[in-house]
Each structure stands twice: as C-alpha cells, then as structure tokens.
C-alpha cells in the first residue's frame, strides 16, 4: 500500500492531500495488470476511471497530436485523468507494450469518498482550478506572441480581421 500511496503523491491532481487521502484512494483503487498488447484506454470510448500506470511499457498509438505511430507513455502518468471526476470520452488509445501494472481510479469509488471527506473535493476543485488557470495564462502568452507578429488574424469582437482586410474598409 505505502508504494500505490507514493505513486499517486507525483500525480499532480493529488498534490497537498492527506496522507490518508491518499491511502483511501489507494484502498479503492483497482489494481490492474495488461498483457502485452492490450488496450488500456481506447479513443472515443467513455471512460469511468482515470489509470495511473505503475510498471511497464505502454504507448499511445492514436490521438490528437500524436507525431509517430507509437509515442511511449512514462510509468507514473494518470490516463483520462478527467474520466474519474466527469462524464467524458476518451481522446487517445493507449496499448500496453510490455505487462503493464496500473490502478484504475473509478469515478464512483473517487465521488464516494468525496462525499465523505469534502476537504478531499475541495483539495482536487483547487489543483484542477490551478492548472487550468497556468493553462489560462500560457494561452495568454502565445496569443500575446501571435498577435505580435506581421500578417497574424486577429479577433475582434465576433469578426476576423488581418492587417489588409483592415486596410480595406478604412479605404
């Protein structure tokens, strides 16, 4: 159990809970293991639990942004992270490549505890608030380059508009 506890104390969602938070996640976590070659989250399926992988070789095979037909996923991550806490569906697929440990999250098991221990939703409504709003401010930051640069498109109001089309109705 004190090894599942430091897995989820590196996963961002879970920073600042409780000792026996953690310990409680961990008590209601499924413990998992995939076969070489199986799916552990799979694109456009729903999910209901988020998967912190433990041990083994994994890699996301489909999905927005992939850059090659296998991109690895690092032991220690949280797949459909948002499947514990929402509704959602899952925007990648990911196979095991090697055997695989990992703990399934279940969003009832996680809306259960949190209903028994509000401080636990509170903690995780401020680390997802606080990573949206990083999230929020690096969006800032690019859009603030973007809009630095000559022959960008510009939002203004509900209308698109470019230095030319500028030009075009000042005429």
């Keep these: 159990m004190e090894l599942i506890v430091k897995e989820l104390e590196r ?28 799916v552990i989250i799979e694109e456009n399926e ?24 296998a ?3 690092a032991t220690g991550s949280l797949l459909g992270e948002m499947a514990m806490l929402v509704e959602t569906t899952h925007s990648s697929t990911v196979v095991s490549r090697s055997k695989v440990r990992a703990l399934r999250l279940m969003r009832d098991e ?28 690096e969006l800032r930051r690019v859009d603030a380059i973007l809009a630095s640069r000559p022959g960008r498109n510009v939002l203004h109001g509900d209308q698109h508009s470019t ?3 500028e030009m075009a109705t000042q005429s």
């Design 11 to 38: 996963v961002a969602l879970f920073q600042g809970l409780s000792p026996f938070q953690l310990s409680e996640i961990a008590r209601r976590a499924e413990r998992v293991i995939y076969n070489p070659g199986a």
């Design 46 to 69: 729903e999910g209901d639990a988020a998967v912190l992988l433990v041990s083994g070789e994994t890699v996301r095979v489909s999905g927005p942004e992939l850059q090659s037909r």
């Design 71 to 73: 991109e690895p996923v």
């Design 110 to 137: 996680l809306h259960a505890q949190m209903k028994d221990d509000p401080q636990l939703a509170e903690r995780i409504s401020h680390n997802l608030t606080g990573r949206l709003s990083s999230m929020a401010e």
């Design 163 to 165: 230095p030319a089309a």
